[in-house]
């Protein structure tokens, strides 16, 4: 079966250093037919041109990411539109995992996984929504891709910084609801293909890094500056899919998921108590004003007339290299693999000190996926602190964890 063309997209906006990392990884994707399209803010829509980026570039200056997101739409021309975050970067299979599950006919979107900041444990897997968008897990047996036919009461939700739909699908259902402006944009659009009763799949190997960088609504470390377009597009939502007992409950259930979540910020030191008031003040402004906003039917969109550009990226041919080493070799390898980077090569470099650090996995500004910590330290949070082992036998054990992400030749 031909595998089919994929546009990916980006939404940027004054993240530039953020933009260009995630460049570089969508660059060393191994999917053979891709185009990316980046919507960003001018200065950094000029700074991607001039960097000779092969991609489409739309500018934006709107801070509304759905109102980017269908823009981007707009020049999509691959059969499948892949969306991911600035501030994220995939595993080099990630579209080839993704991508999948559409050789069935019947999928209309897929998901993957995403990790956190240290690269190992996750944000976010499988989870469902119920009617009214309650979240919760849906159990996913090992790295097989499970498909789910959704209906009024059962959506799948998937992350927007790693999904994909089928295009024609999506200008079907109107793209994205320009009244989420921020939050909840891709939960809408999961809640509107549980209408249709689409099939939609979960993809564990499918995989990106999220790095939740720092915005206006919040810091580096995910801790809230301004709660109000969250509290905007709670109250579109609930306006969308109300509750059973009304506007007034469903406020007071959005405000009480979001005061536990800053006490939660509060308790591990990121805020101070007398913040928790003015933020939740914001959040009922910005209620009040999602409760203004114009809510109006998405009519079925064109399709795009834009030609597929090709992405210049890591061909399936490219070697996925694995180097390893003893952290005070760490300048001879990043040396290499630097090197190796600039050759085509997709480099992944496992860095093991004398100590019990917890290991982290990162791709670097270099270009290259760096695993670092002790070589006694535990990978995952469940594992024991110390770990008895061998040098060589550890770099066998995080290489096994890591092929099915990192190889070309390792596909589903």
């Avoid at 975050?85 to 006919?105: G, I």
């Avoid at 801790?223 to 609930?238: K, N």
């Avoid at 399709?303 to 694995?322: D, I, L, N, W, Y």
């Avoid at 480099?347 to 990162?362: D, E, G, Y």
Wanted: charged share 20%; proline share 6%.
């Amino acid at each position: 079966m031909t595998t089919p063309s994929v546009s990916v997209i980006v939404v940027s906006r004054h993240r530039p250093r953020d933009l260009k990392r995630c460049l570089a990884g969508i660059g060393q994707l191994f999917h053979p037919a891709y185009e990316v399209i980046v919507v960003a803010d001018p200065a950094s829509a000029e700074l991607v041109r001039a960097g000779d980026w092969p991609v489409k570039v739309v500018d934006c200056d709107q801070q509304n990411i759905s109102v980017a997101r269908n823009l981007g739409l707009s020049q999509a021309a691959g059969d499948i539109v892949a969306f991911i975050d600035d501030d994220a970067v995939p595993e080099p299979t990630w579209l080839t995992h993704l991508c999948a599950p559409f050789s069935d006919p019947d999928v209309t979107a897929a998901g993957g996984y995403v990790r956190a900041r240290n690269g190992v444990s996750f944000q976010w897997q499988g989870r469902r929504l119920d009617d009214i968008g309650t979240e919760g897990e849906v159990p996913i047996d090992g790295d097989t891709p499970q498909l789910f036919k959704t209906h009024h009461g059962f959506a799948i939700k998937t992350e927007g910084t790693n999904f994909a739909i089928r295009r024609d699908a999506l200008n079907a259902l109107g793209g994205f609801d320009p009244a989420f402006r921020y939050f909840l944009d891709e939960t809408d659009l999961n809640m509107r293909l549980a209408q249709i009763k689409a099939t939609v799949a979960v993809v564990p190997l499918a995989q990106v890094h999220h790095g939740f960088a720092a915005n206006s609504g919040r810091t580096q470390a995910r801790t809230p500056r301004d709660l109000t377009q969250i509290g905007a597009s709670c109250a579109v939502f609930s306006r969308k899919y109300p509750g059973a007992k009304g506007l007034d409950s469903d406020y007071t259930r959005h405000e009480r998921t979001q005061r536990q979540r800053l006490l939660t910020h509060m308790v591990e030191g990121r805020l101070e108590p007398g913040q928790i008031a003015p933020l939740l003040a914001t959040f009922r402004t910005g209620w009040s004003e999602g409760l203004a906003r114009d809510l109006v039917p998405l009519p079925a969109r064109a399709c795009s007339g834009a030609a597929f550009a090709p992405f210049q990226s890591a061909p399936p041919t490219a070697q996925s290299v694995k180097l390893a080493g003893r952290s005070w070799q760490a300048f001879r390898l990043r040396r290499q693999a630097r090197k190796m980077v600039k050759e085509g090569s997709v480099v992944t470099l496992i860095l093991l000190s004398p100590s019990a650090r917890p290991l982290r996995v990162m791709f670097t500004d270099g270009g290259w996926w760096e695993v670092s910590g002790g070589l006694f330290g535990r990978t995952k949070r469940s594992d024991p602190l110390l770990q008895r082992t061998s040098f060589r036998a550890r770099v066998k054990k995080e290489w096994a964890s890591l092929v099915m992400l990192k190889t070309s030749n390792q596909t589903p």
